[in-house]
């Protein structure tokens, strides 16, 4: 019954995780964690109650620290990251595991704290950490992972099996650490040395990055020591709080089986914030004593816990002689490197990466060696490329033929080699002639020529056949769907020949409703005119600029209907005679709604069409048209001024303006301050006259 009520009292715990007394943080998950494990696999507490009985057993032995000498555990800390910028260094994880050992070890500066009560109780658990020097594969490694996933950076606890299956190592020869980069409501949690029999997955510690390391935390004076490590390390180790069951186990006939199962530790009635005063809150026979406030498995502030007890200390190492045996033994110590035993190496296994996957013709694209493991031969073949095949670890190659070509990488070093083809791999594309229209009609994929580029692997803009603003299809950002933010995803264009052109305008249809007040994601369009080695921004739209249509869609993924879309027109004139021109959609989320394109156009007025007249190439865009109107292009042959009438369908002269002289080439008139933005929806006719002839063009407003 006991079990009972401690478990339901944990499992509501899950539920109030944040808020206990005035806090907004609760110190640890790992009772709540394990209470609903119980649940759904009650062998978890049988199994429990069989260690319990064992400890009982060994308790029974006499006094004093078990296991013979110093013990060692390799760790690797694997931190989950929502893109690519480092927030936690490889120091400040080296400062955790300092931390901990400092505090097993029992040579943490502030022992001057421990109460006078204990002074004969803390102990030295013989206890040590390092980071692994060897890896599973029996490669080199620094013992720190670092894993993009902007689904799990930003952790809940009650996706536990979604983080751990990012990545563990064997939990038998590792002490697996993750630590993602915030976890509201939550210092911590781990699980015990119970669940390694039943669900070995899951083995391990979690902590908040917000409090991993020493002299890190909100605010610092309370949780920046790194003793959320020490305090979960110790669950994994089998330790329960000291405040465990309240006040039993208060004698000596039942302190090693009730309680928090430590006979040095007294009773508590209830967990402990901050640095509280000293207390008694629950009376011992024969010997009744002061709760034990400064231990390290109590909920107060770092700086206020100081100390592990001689009984904590054989409980732990009664855990790693029964259950946790192979992690600290001699062989696995030299398997890890934390014997000081050098990596023998291994084989590599062949990755690569290229800096662009959609290239131009006359291009060269850089590969990049990814392999894993120290690789000291490289053969590539690069199908379509020059050179045709390379011993570089790096090399350059350009592709002069448009086509898509697969790329293979052989490598290899003393102990074997390995290889890698990736077939249909690089696109190489060869520029075209504007004007262009994609509504996205073919099959259900990206145009040939267009890419994505995904900044956090999370998702990015993909064809949908949900929405359209013509036709049936069209390319969203699934942006609802993924919980990072903070990333940026792009949609390219294939690349455009602006060399024979006079001018050119892209006009697009966007639709996007926001989810809430509070995310703001950001839009941005941008053109290359080196096919996408640089990039010039020309519009930027966020939170309420970027909305098609009013209101919010907060519960449910954002579809629009047909009349949410939006038509935004833009300038291409300022990138004239660049024979690759790419244009690139980017969205930066905010944690906010998808974001719909469809029916994109690349309008131009190319070449020298009309021998005739001083007006050639004469062109409206965009057309039709709203909120913004129109600008004609053209081009002059001559040097002339210019009269500009605006008429209804009846021929009525409804706005007249003339022109300064304008150079020869081209040149632009922008219709906006005219007079014409009272002009109802309808159709019209511009009529330009430049003195020897005129020309007229229709114009629709909507």
């Known amino acids: 019954m006991k079990y009972l009520v401690v478990l339901v009292f944990a499992a509501a715990a899950i539920f109030n995780i944040a808020g206990i007394q005035a806090q907004n943080l609760n110190r640890c998950g790992s009772d709540a964690m394990f209470a609903q494990k119980v649940q759904s696999n009650p062998a978890l507490l049988a199994q429990r109650r069989r260690e319990d009985s064992l400890w009982v057993e060994f308790n029974n032995q006499p006094n004093g620290l078990r296991g013979g000498g110093v013990r060692t555990i390799p760790v690797v800390v694997h931190i989950i990251q929502s893109n690519a910028q480092i927030r936690i260094s490889d120091e400040r994880v080296q400062s955790q595991i300092d931390v901990m050992t400092e505090d097993f070890r029992k040579l943490n500066a502030d022992t001057t704290q421990i109460p006078v009560d204990f002074l004969g109780d803390a102990g030295d658990t013989q206890i040590e950490f390092c980071l692994a020097t060897t890896d599973p594969n029996g490669c080199p490694t620094n013992g720190i992972n670092r894993i993009i996933s902007p689904a799990n950076a930003n952790h809940d606890s009650q996706d536990e099996a979604q983080l751990k299956a990012l990545i563990q190592w064997p939990p038998q020869k590792y002490l697996n650490i993750w630590v993602p980069e915030s976890m509201p409501g939550l210092l911590g949690y781990a699980t015990f040395p119970t669940q390694l029999t039943f669900l070995p997955q899951l083995d391990g510690v979690v902590i908040n990055g917000q409090y991993f390391g020493r002299g890190f935390g909100t605010p610092p004076s309370s949780y920046a020591l790194g003793r959320t490590g020490t305090h979960e390390v110790g669950h994994w180790l089998g330790l329960f709080h000291t ?3 309240g006040c039993s186990g208060t004698s000596a006939a039942n302190c090693s089986s009730q309680g928090d199962r430590i006979c040095d530790t007294p009773p508590t009635a209830v967990e402990n914030y901050g640095c509280p005063a000293p207390k008694n809150s629950c009376t011992e026979t024969p010997v009744d004593r002061p709760d034990q406030l400064v231990n390290y498995m109590d909920y107060g502030d770092d700086p206020c816990l100081v100390m592990f007890s001689n009984g904590q200390g054989d409980r732990m190492n009664f855990i790693l002689d029964n259950l946790r045996s192979q992690l600290v033994s001699s062989a696995n110590l030299s398997a890890t490197g934390c014997d000081g035993t050098p990596s023998a190496g291994c084989t590599p296994v062949a990755q690569f990466s290229a800096n662009t996957l959609n290239a131009c013709v006359g291009d060269t694209v850089r590969f990049t060696d990814l392999s894993v493991g120290p690789a ?6 690069f199908q379509g490329g020059s050179p045709a095949t390379s011993t570089d670890s790096n090399p350059l190659v350009t592709y002069s033929t448009p086509g898509t070509y697969p790329v293979s990488l052989q490598v290899g070093n003393a102990l074997g080699t390995d290889s890698l083809l990736l077939t249909s791999y690089i696109t190489i594309s060869s520029s075209i002639n504007p004007p262009v229209s994609e509504g996205f009609e073919g099959a259900a994929q990206l145009p040939t020529g267009w890419s994505t580029w995904d900044e956090d692997g999370a998702g990015t803009w ?3 056949n949900l929405a359209a603003s013509l036709g049936q299809n069209s390319v969203r950002h699934p942006n609802y769907s993924l919980t990072g933010t903070g990333s940026t995803d792009a949609l390219v264009s294939e690349p455009y020949d602006f060399q024979n052109v ?17 995310a703001i994601d950001s839009f941005w369009v941008s053109v290359s005119t080196d096919c996408g080695n640089s990039w010039t921004r020309i519009r930027n739209l966020a939170g309420t600029t970027l909305i098609s249509v009013t209101g919010l869609a907060a519960a449910t993924s954002y579809v629009p209907g047909p009349n949410d879309w939006k038509k935004d027109s833009l300038d291409l004139s300022p990138f004239l005679g660049s024979p690759s021109v790419k244009i690139k959609f980017e969205l930066k989320s905010g944690g906010g709604q998808n974001l719909y394109l469809d029916n994109i156009n690349v309008d131009a007025l190319v070449g020298r069409a009309d021998e005739n007249g001083n007006v050639q190439s004469l062109y409206l865009a965009p057309n039709p048209s709203s909120e913004e109107l129109p600008t004609l292009s053209m081009y002059l042959r001559n040097p002339s001024a210019m009269n500009v009438d605006v008429l209804g369908v009846d021929g009525k002269i409804l706005g ?25 929806p309808g159709v019209y006719w511009i009529r330009v006259d430049s003195g020897d002839r005129s020309s007229t063009l229709k114009w629709v407003k909507f």
Do not use: H, N
Not at 376 to 381: C, D, F, G, I
Not at 502 to 518: E, H, I, P, V
Not at 656 to 680: D, K, N, W
């Open 243 to 245: 405040f465990q069951d």
């Open 502 to 518: 006079a001018s050119a305008w892209l006009t697009y249809d966007r639709a996007y409703k926001r989810r809430s007040a509070f």
């Open 656 to 680: 007249r303006f003339a022109t300064p002289v304008m150079g020869q080439g081209p040149c632009r008139i922008s219709l906006t301050g005219r007079g014409l933005e009272t002009l109802t």
């Open 462 to 464: 993909e064809w949908t």
């Open 376 to 381: 000291t031969q490289w053969l590539w073949a």
